[in-house]
């Protein structure tokens, strides 16, 4: 069981050849007398297989193979079968181009590695609904792994977000404007930042219409400003002396604009 074929995508008619029937739970399985390995795969860093026309050809040839050898061993039957049934239970090993309808063995290496493999079909599993094939892996060879930039590091406030780049990404990648890398505390600045603009906005329009309030309340008192005084846009606005002379009934709807505001 151990030997071989020594060409991986070929089936000869003697690699073809099975050993009788082992029931087992999940059906009889028939073993191959000689393991026939499959054309080299490649598989994805998302687990899955990227299947190559020479391994097409084999799953076919394979499949047509053991087949006729089912069929010409009508005593393992209890009824010799004829083809046309069980071809019916021997579903295609595949279907289209690039498209495995079989259940096929699972990526080896680490998570989201990459790589070569050979499989090694070694049976088929049968039983009253349906034929299978039975494979393990060979041989496989995972991709080394690629290194990555780390764009932060620890410092003495602790861990901060990190993003690591592969280096592919900066293969032919056309020019770009510089990105603002965020993080959380960024996002907390920024926050604040927006509240106080808000806050200093709502300050301007409040100190605006008290500022509307006093003029008018001076104009009705005083009237208009006489040639000798200077207008009120004039007073130099970094001036941080204010005006006591305000009535108390003044500062009182001061406070009143504030609250309705």
Not at 63 to 88: C, I, M
Not at 163 to 168: L, Q, V
Not at 235 to 257: C, G
Request: glycine share 4%.
């Amino acid at each position: 069981m151990d030997t071989e074929t020594a060409t991986p995508g070929k089936m000869s008619a003697v690699a073809a050849a099975l050993t009788p029937p082992k029931r087992t739970n999940a059906g009889y399985y028939l073993a191959l007398v000689t393991p026939a390995k499959t054309p080299a795969m490649t598989w994805t860093a998302q687990g899955t297989w990227t299947y190559t026309s020479e391994f097409m050809t084999f799953a076919v040839d394979a499949r047509s193979r053991l087949l006729g050898e089912l069929v010409s061993h009508g005593t393992w039957f209890s009824k010799p079968p004829r083809q046309e049934v069980l071809a019916s239970l021997f579903k295609p090993w595949v279907e289209g181009k690039e498209t495995i309808a079989c259940e096929t063995p699972k990526v080896p290496g680490t998570t989201g590695s990459t790589g070569r493999a050979v499989w090694k079909l070694t049976g088929i599993m049968m039983n009253a609904t349906q034929i299978t094939p039975v494979w393990e892996i060979a041989e496989y060879q995972q991709d080394a792994d690629q290194d990555t930039i780390s764009l932060f590091g620890d410092d003495e406030e602790g861990p901060q977000d990190t993003r690591e780049i592969e280096i592919e990404e900066f293969d032919n990648a056309p020019p770009a404007e510089p990105t603002r890398i965020r993080s959380r505390e960024w996002e907390a600045r920024k926050f604040m930042a927006k509240e106080r603009v808000r806050e200093a906005r709502l300050k301007a329009q409040i100190a605006h219409r008290l500022a509307e309030k006093e003029e008018s309340r001076f104009f009705r008192q005083f009237g208009d400003l006489e040639d000798a005084e200077s207008h009120f846009s004039e007073y130099d606005l970094t001036d941080e002396e204010s005006d006591n002379s305000d009535s108390s009934d003044s500062e009182l709807e001061d406070e009143e604009t504030l609250r309705l505001v």
